[in-house]
């Protein structure tokens, strides 16, 4: 009786470690999934530094009702800061340049690829949704700049 106890609770023990093994498994993987976002690219060395408001937020805290000259001189503070972003694809052209529509009120956004993401980019149709990290580089003409682009999962 002793051993049939002691076996189910070295089973319950094991079943428990083999829980928690998984949880930190995926845990890790999401950690490495996050470096992988947020850790220097290869090209320069530098650590990234993500803006803290998404294309919307940006736009209605910075643009919404201003001169495109004062958005200009707005968005000069997160210039050079990287931003995550989904949307619709409004066009891809050959030369790697997407506008990306963004959110309900379809915010324009300028994305440069290089590229080594061309052949990923012509599997996208107009109106695809996509998903993508780049470098904010600055405002022109209603659109948000970004170049060194990078396609999400």
Request: net charge positive.
């Amino acid at each position: 009786m002793r051993t049939v106890t002691s076996d189910l609770q070295l089973t319950k023990q094991i079943t428990d470690l083999q829980s928690r093994l998984d949880g930190a498994e995926r845990e890790l993987a999401e950690t490495k999934r996050h470096a992988a976002v947020t850790s220097p690219g290869s090209t320069d060395g530098v650590p990234r530094s993500y803006a803290n408001k998404t294309v919307e937020e940006l736009w209605r805290s910075i643009c919404e009702g201003r001169t495109a000259m004062q958005c200009k001189i707005f968005m000069a503070d997160e210039k050079g800061k990287w931003i995550d972003t989904e949307g619709k694809v409004g066009y891809i052209q050959p030369t790697g340049q997407v506008l990306l529509l963004v959110g309900d009120r379809n915010r324009g956004v300028q994305c440069i690829f290089d590229d080594k993401w061309k052949a990923k980019l012509g599997a996208f149709r107009n109106s695809d949704s996509i998903k993508l990290a780049g470098k904010i580089v600055g405002y022109q003409v209603g659109i948000l700049i970004l170049q060194e682009c990078e396609l999400r999962d």
